[in-house]
T-cell receptor, first 111, second 115 residues
């Protein structure tokens, strides 16, 4: 199956700082999503972004499909941004619905 | 608010019990999923239903039995579980049309403890 690598594995920031999270994948994809998992376990959709750039408030994401990576930008971070950020992809050759998750980036934002 | 609803949110069961996890969505999605997540690990796919038919079973032990009674509902029946099955069980749904999954939406999860 497709390999998904996220970096960095851990990130500690002061409130107000900016950060960039990276997701590399090993094959062409139909689907790429970024999720934030909050401390209660819920996976919250951030972006559905198989290609291109999207922005939502302080967050934005860019996927360069031809180079097989995606970036998630968090600006002016807040303590509520803490949690685990997952990148997940569905490769073009796979059976419908087989989404592969990276191991995540654990973000901690201190006040 | 999530549009995928899971019940119960917490479940404690013994190894001889039979219980069920339930998931409901009203977004008109035709693909529904069960994932299992252990602490500090990414979610792992268990089952996929597409148009109410089981399309993926990731070699899950038979003590987990999925059921999709209609396009809005997904159940996971649990029987004779082991303590190592304790985990967060996540349900998700997506459009699932035109040969592509589309965006997945997850429920809040059911946290299962097996004693």
């Amino acid at each position: 199956g497709i390999q998904v690598e996220q970096s960095p594995p851990d990130l500690i920031l002061q409130e107000g700082a900016n950060s960039t999270l990276r997701c590399n994948f090993s094959d062409s994809v139909n689907n790429l999503q970024w999720f934030h998992q909050n401390p209660w376990g819920q996976l919250i959709n951030l972006f559905y972004i198989p290609s291109g750039t999207k922005q939502n408030g302080r967050l934005s994401a860019t996927t360069v499909a031809t180079e097989r990576y995606s970036l998630l930008y968090i600006s002016s971070s807040q303590t509520t941004d803490s949690g685990v950020y997952f990148c997940a992809v569905e490769d073009r050759g796979s059976t419908l619905g087989r989404l592969y998750f990276g191991r995540g980036t654990q973000l901690t934002v201190w006040p | 608010d999530t549009e995928v609803t899971q019940t119960p949110k917490h479940l404690v069961m013994g190894m001889t019990n039979k219980k069920s996890l339930k998931c409901e969505q009203h977004m008109g999605h035709r693909a529904m999923y069960w994932y299992k997540q252990k602490a500090k690990k990414p979610p792992e796919l268990m089952f996929v239903y597409s148009y109410e038919k089981l399309s993926i079973n990731e070699s899950v032990p038979s003590r987990f039995s999925p059921e999709c009674p209609n396009s809005s509902l997904l159940n996971l029946h649990l029987h004779a579980l082991q303590p190592e099955d304790s985990a967060l069980y996540l349900c998700a749904s997506s459009r699932g049309t035109s040969g592509m999954s589309g965006e997945l939406f997850f429920g809040e999860g059911s946290r299962l403890t097996v004693l």
